[in-house]
């Protein structure tokens, strides 16, 4: 079983930064592929970045492209989003969410098996 917790979320001016944690449980960290995404009031579930085992591949939706950046420290068990220049439309729960035994990234719900509670991120204008 992996647990999932996120942190780092809040209110935030349009334009300012945040950066969200994501603490895995489990040894294996290492050989999971993770990944963000967020949902908005009213709206569906949908995409935010995704990252593999090792890192050294990401993949990232449209509408954050340039502005976040997912990261990890499997020494850490942890997975990162940094959030800049935070527009009101980013407004959502940011959830992170793990695939275990994978090598690739993935950017699709049904693709990961683990879910964090979520953490809620507020961009005011």
């Known amino acids: 079983q992996v647990q999932l917790v996120e942190s780092g979320g809040g209110l935030v001016q349009a334009g300012g930064s945040l950066r969200l944690s994501c603490a895995a449980s489990?040894?294996?960290?290492?050989?999971?592929?993770m990944g963000w995404f967020r949902q908005a009031p009213g709206k569906e579930r949908e995409f935010v970045a995704a990252i593999n085992w090792s890192g050294g591949s990401t993949y990232y939706a449209d509408s954050v492209k340039g502005r976040f950046t997912i990261s990890r420290d499997n020494a850490k068990n942890t997975v990162y989003l940094q959030m800049n220049s935070l527009k009101p439309e980013d407004t959502a729960v940011y959830y992170c969410?793990?695939?275990?035994?994978?090598?690739?990234?993935?950017?699709?719900?049904?693709?990961?098996?683990?879910w964090g509670q979520g953490t809620q991120v507020t961009v005011s204008s």
């Open positions: 489990g040894p294996t960290f290492s050989n999971y592929a």
């Open positions: 969410a793990a695939r275990t035994y994978s090598s690739s990234y993935y950017y699709r719900s049904y693709e990961y098996n683990y």
